[in-house]
């Protein structure tokens, strides 16, 4: 196949061709925006930083300088990232870092998407195929991804939770379980707000001792607990609303059947709300997301009718619906 040489040709191949986001990605989880932000530097010096060959380094820059994610003074052979480049840095904020970094949680998954004609051609997810266990059971087995995927869902909290809290209202409700809640940087924001209001993290570990400290530090320890537990056993009864943020775009339809029968079962005895949080297909969500989902999880994005027609099947009937932050809507279920 002939490549395409000019980084403006507008052609599939253009789209394809692997080499850039690779080289974007290796650029990343080496640091190389940081290490050379804002002087720049030599590709002697960057590969003595990052332990990494220079013949080799020079040529992965190169490429770079090709694409515009960095610039090379060619009197001083350094290399600065440009403008596109300094998106790689560890504080700038686009946030993308965590997503190109190898070594985190969500850069990781990414690479599974080499694995994705196994689930076009299945509809499953390509995440155990290629890394040999499922996401969640990965992140289990290393803390540090656990990690960097509970940073991950902050980073998109820093506007949505306060959002979440301030246009929807909690105060109707006593007590809140938060199930598949994280580290409880929602629970956290929401009970702030609303002083009457108490709740609990439901969540797989160590992701609970997170949420407990956080609790802890926020002063909430009297209205806030986080207890280990899996949503696909049933849930504890006796909370007026049982809450589920970004948890059943995670999940095949069978998958959050089992969620949401749990949430039904546990809220019938006392006709309790049931909360989703979602994106909502069509309504700005990215359809790359929604290959992520389905590459990752077996999951994706649904419409309004789908969320409403898969609760009916778990016996909760849809009563509202509204936007709550950027990118989310809130759906009310109740046991019917
Ligand atoms: C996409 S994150 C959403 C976290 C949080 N609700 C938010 O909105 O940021 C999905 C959460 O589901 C949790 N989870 C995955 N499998 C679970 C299970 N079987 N039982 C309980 N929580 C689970 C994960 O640990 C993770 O915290």
């Not at 209001?197 to 997170?210: C, F, I, K, N, S």
């Not at 059947?257 to 809220?267: S, V």
């Amino acid at each position: 196949m002939p490549r395409v040489q000019s980084s403006t040709t507008s052609s599939v191949w253009d789209l394809a061709d692997l080499a850039t986001p690779m080289a974007i990605r290796t650029a990343a989880t080496l640091r190389l925006a940081d290490h050379a932000y804002p002087h720049g530097e030599t590709a002697e010096q960057l590969a003595a930083e990052t332990g990494t060959s220079t013949v080799a380094l020079r040529r992965l820059l190169d490429h770079l300088v090709t694409v515009d994610v960095f610039a090379l003074d060619v009197e001083s052979d350094r290399y600065r990232p440009t403008t596109l480049g300094t998106q790689m840095r560890r504080d700038a904020p686009e946030g993308v870092l965590p997503v190109l970094d190898m070594t985190q949680a969500g850069g990781r998954a990414e690479l599974a998407f080499v694995e994705l004609l196994a689930s076009v051609t299945t509809g499953e997810a390509a995440y155990p195929r290629h890394f040999g266990r499922d996401f969640w059971a990965d992140l289990d087995a290393h803390p540090q991804l656990r990690r960097s995927f509970d940073q991950q869902m902050n980073w998109r909290f820093q506007l949505q939770a306060p959002q979440i809290s301030q246009r929807y209202d909690w105060n109707r409700f006593g007590t809140v379980l938060d199930v598949g809640g994280g580290d409880g940087t929602l629970l956290t924001e929401i009970l702030a707000a609303h002083p009457d209001v108490h709740g609990q993290v439901l969540d797989l570990e160590p992701t609970t001792d997170a949420a407990t400290t956080r609790f802890a530090d926020a002063g909430l320890t009297e209205r806030a607990q986080a207890a280990p537990g899996s949503f696909f056993d049933p849930l504890p009864t006796g909370f007026d609303a049982y809450l589920l943020s970004d948890i059943v775009h995670d999940w095949d339809d069978d998958h959050a059947r089992t969620i949401l029968t749990h949430c039904r079962d546990a809220a019938a005895p006392t006709k309790a709300a049931v909360l989703l949080i979602e994106p909502i297909r069509g309504q700005g969500t990215s359809t790359g997301i929604d290959l992520f989902m389905l590459m990752c999880f077996g999951g994706g994005e649904r419409t309004i009718d789908d969320i409403a027609t898969l609760a009916n099947d778990c016996g909760l009937a849809l009563s509202s619906h509204a936007p709550v932050s950027d990118g989310r809507t809130i759906l009310e279920l109740r046991p019917s």
